[in-house]
């Protein structure tokens, strides 16, 4: 299934970047947007530009359209779309204030070791 394997693209270019409180949300069933949610927070917002940037390089050379990407410049709240997976790159403080995990709170989440393994 495609968006396992971008799912899976898309938390290693996370994770590489030493993003921190990484989430994953299965959102199948509950948003038609897409698949996966991925949640994931920088300590300032040049990690969180250069989070954002790992995402974006390693879906493309992966052959994978990113449809877009929003809030790169600010660096408070990058969102890459990847079709079926959409990362919520956050600052800190930014995402303390969004709380998506709360407001997706019925979406389960996947198991990201299981994933990275």
Known sequence: MKS???L????RSVDEKKAE????LNMQG??????FFIIASGQSYKQV????REVRKNA?????????MEGFDEGKWVL???GDVIVHVFHE????YYNLEKLWGDAPEVEIKKVLS
Do not use: P
Not at 8 to 11: D, V
Not at 21 to 24: E, G, L
Not at 49 to 52: F, L, P, R
């Open 49 to 52: 530009q250069s989070i954002a």
């Open 60 to 68: 493309l050379e992966n052959e994978y359209e990113v449809k877009r």
């Open 8 to 11: 899976e693209n898309a938390l």
């Open 30 to 35: 509950i948003s038609t947007m897409a698949d």
């Open 21 to 24: 409180n990484i989430v994953a």
């Open 80 to 82: 890459i779309d990847i």
């Open 4 to 6: 396992n394997e971008i």
């Open 93 to 96: 403080e930014e995402r303390m």
